[in-house]
């Protein structure tokens, strides 16, 4: 399944996972660049409304940051100021390791919409 280009590769009916496989980002290893290797984001699912259009709150990400996979999740209110920097889940030398983390944290997330 698609969400704007992006793939679905967890998904719990509840929350779910999505990856941007056409994203190109230089790998940690040689430092070239290879497509399907992208950041994806942790959504949760909830009614639609203005502010959601398509249902979905972003509620966490994992993306590649010096060449290590870092996921961070919401967990407070502060998620309204400017500036504001979701806690850190770690680092991670793969990909698959921070989308497990993510995944594993989904729970813990700090929802807008119940």
Same mark, same amino acid.
Request: hydrophobic share 40%; proline share 5%; charged share 25%.
């Given at each position: 399944m698609q969400i704007n280009n992006c793939t679905i590769v967890l998904d719990? *009916?509840?929350? #779910?996972?999505?990856?941007?496989?056409?994203?190109?980002?230089k790998t940690a290893m040689d430092g +070239?660049?290879?497509? *399907?290797? *992208?950041a994806g984001f942790l959504?949760?699912?909830?009614?639609?409304?203005?502010?959601?259009?398509?249902g979905l709150e972003c509620v966490g990400? %994992?993306?590649l940051r010096d060449g290590q996979w870092a996921a961070s999740i919401q967990q407070t209110a502060t998620v309204f100021r400017v *500036? %504001?920097?979701p806690p850190s889940l770690g680092m991670f030398g793969c990909? #698959?390791?921070?989308?497990a983390?993510?995944? +594993?944290?989904?729970?813990?997330?700090?929802?807008?919409?119940?």
């Open positions: 719990d *009916g509840e929350f #779910l996972i999505d990856t941007n496989e056409s994203q190109v980002v +070239k660049s290879a497509a *399907g290797s *992208g959504f949760h699912r909830c009614p639609p409304d203005p502010l959601m259009t398509n990400e %994992y993306s *500036g %504001y920097i990909r #698959l390791d921070a989308i983390a993510l995944w +594993k944290a989904r729970r813990e997330a700090w929802l807008l919409h119940i």
